[in-house]
């Protein structure tokens, strides 16, 4: 059983900083791609930031320059440190990952519970 396990999310003024963390637990043989997307009420999920491994990165527009995706693979986890936050990055934040759980297994994308990040005017 994978489970991805995410934290860090928060209530912070405009300008603030929060740091969001996503622990993938549970048999793993191997992680590809791992990232954050984001749900805002009434609007369709959205990818954030992606690390597809070593240090290809990809941002979204919106976030380029204030938010930085980074990875552990010792621990199997991602983070998204998230700097001059914005109302509109008020949403509900995703964290994803494409898991191989064995060497003759396919890989599939797992999703984390989500965390609420609000952000004050």
């Known amino acids: 059983q994978v489970q991805l396990v995410e934290s860090g999310g928060g209530l912070v003024q405009g300008g603030g900083s929060l740091r969001l963390s996503c622990a993938a637990t549970?048999?793993?043989?191997?992680?590809?791609?791992m990232g954050w997307y984001r749900q805002a009420p009434g609007k369709q999920r959205e990818l954030v930031a992606v690390?597809?491994?070593?240090?290809?990165?990809n941002y979204a527009d919106s976030v380029k320059g204030r938010f930085t995706i980074s990875r552990d693979n010792a621990k199997n986890t991602v983070y998204l440190q998230m700097n001059s936050l914005k109302p509109e990055d008020t949403a509900v934040y995703y964290c994803?990952?494409?898991?191989?759980?064995?060497?003759?297994?396919?890989?599939?994308?797992?999703w984390g519970q989500g965390t609420q990040v609000t952000v004050s005017s």
């Open positions: 994803n990952a494409n898991i191989l759980r064995t060497l003759y297994d396919t890989s599939r994308d797992y």
């Open positions: 549970g048999s793993i043989f191997a992680i590809n791609r």
């Open positions: 690390n597809t491994g070593g240090s290809s990165t």
